[in-house]
């Protein structure tokens, strides 16, 4: 049975995504962690999805610890909340432009398309055409066809582009 959502609440945690991004479809994590489909999230529903991923031995203690992140039992706003909250929390700027600067060994500021595309589609969570497509919109590499690292980092903390000086 699917919760409703926002109803009664004045959270504005539906305000931190898209709407396309809120419905189970578009947002599958939800559902995929509710083994059960009883639309709460146990510590049973972790232990089931950690064990689909090879994670057979996870203790009760540790799974107690992460459903007692939330305030409550984990419907889908509570999630929803949370997920924003991690989200909010990411690296700072200068935590990801280091990051990036590994990849950039002659301090360039830049990072040639072919190579961030190659590993955004091939390693860990793997990108898809379309995501490359939109990143490329947004981020669209010079005439040489490097990227501008720093200005991805600064949307990815802060949201949006920074303004020219």
Same mark, same amino acid.
């Given at each position: 049975?699917?919760?409703?959502?926002?109803?009664?609440?004045?959270?504005?945690?539906?305000?931190?995504?898209?709407?396309?991004?809120?419905?189970?479809?578009?947002?599958?994590?939800?559902?995929?962690?509710?083994?059960?489909?009883?639309?709460?999230?146990?510590?049973?529903?972790?232990?089931?999805?950690?064990?689909?991923?090879?994670?057979?031995?996870?203790?009760?203690?540790?799974?107690?610890?992460? %459903?007692?992140?939330?305030?409550?039992?984990? *419907?889908?706003?509570?999630?929803? !909340?949370?997920?924003? /909250? @991690?989200?909010k929390g990411a690296d700072p700027e200068d935590v990801i432009v280091t990051a990036f600067k590994v990849l950039d060994p002659e301090a360039t500021g830049s990072i040639k398309k072919e190579f961030l595309e190659e590993l955004l589609t091939t390693q860990c969570d793997r990108?898809?055409?379309?995501?490359?497509?939109?990143?490329?919109?947004?981020?669209?590499?010079? %005439?040489?066809?490097?990227?501008?690292?720093? *200005?991805?980092?600064?949307?990815? !903390?802060?949201?949006? /582009? @920074?303004?020219?000086?």
């Amino acid at each position: 049975m699917r919760q409703q959502q926002g109803e009664g609440g004045s959270s504005n945690v539906f305000s931190m995504f898209e709407q396309s991004q809120i419905q189970d479809q578009s947002f599958p994590a939800f559902t995929i962690i509710d083994q059960n489909r009883d639309g709460i999230i146990s510590k049973d529903d972790l232990r089931d999805v950690l064990a689909t991923m090879g994670q057979l031995n996870v203790k009760n203690e540790e799974l107690e610890a992460m %459903v007692k992140e939330a305030s409550g039992p984990i *419907n889908f706003t509570v999630f929803l !909340t949370m997920f924003g /909250e @991690k989200l909010k929390g990411a690296d700072p700027e200068d935590v990801i432009v280091t990051a990036f600067k590994v990849l950039d060994p002659e301090a360039t500021g830049s990072i040639k398309k072919e190579f961030l595309e190659e590993l955004l589609t091939t390693q860990c969570d793997r990108f898809t055409a379309e995501e490359m497509t939109n990143l490329w919109a947004a981020f669209p590499p010079d %005439v040489a066809g490097n990227v501008d690292y720093k *200005n991805i980092c600064y949307v990815i !903390t802060h949201g949006e /582009e @920074k303004e020219e000086e």
